[in-house]
């Protein structure tokens, strides 16, 4: 079984920076895909952004220009670098990982951009 485990989230003022990191464990052969997704209160999940094992990215329009996926397949970590940050991008951040075709989940690290 793999868990994912977030870290990183915390306090920022609009216009700082995060780095928001999601390490897997368990007995992993090789991860797929794997991604950021982010809930706000009173509103849906959302992809952040997602990232294969060649390294192939996909994100929304929403963050594209501030934000970077990243990953380590050798530490099955995935990495979210947040620059530029804005009081909409506060939200729960979660962490997903595809394995063997199953989705697994984090329990999500909390981002907050206020002043």
């Known amino acids: 079984q793999v868990q994912p485990v977030e870290s990183g989230g915390g306090l920022v003022q609009p216009g700082g920076s995060l780095r928001l990191s999601c390490r897997c464990s368990?007995?992993?052969?090789?991860?797929?895909?794997m991604g950021w997704y982010r809930q706000a209160p009173g509103k849906q999940r959302e992809l952040v952004a997602n990232?294969?094992?060649?390294?192939?990215?996909n994100s929304a329009d929403s963050v594209k220009g501030r934000f970077t996926i990243s990953r380590d397949n050798a530490k099955n970590t995935v990495y979210l670098q947040m620059d530029s940050l804005k009081p909409e991008d506060t939200a729960i951040y979660y962490c997903?990982?595809?394995?063997?075709?199953?989705?697994?989940w984090g329990q999500g690290t909390q981002v907050t951009v206020s002043s």
């Open positions: 997903k990982a595809v394995h063997w075709g199953l989705d697994y």
């Open positions: 368990g007995l992993i052969y090789s991860i797929g895909v």
């Open positions: 990232i294969d094992r060649q390294g192939i990215t």
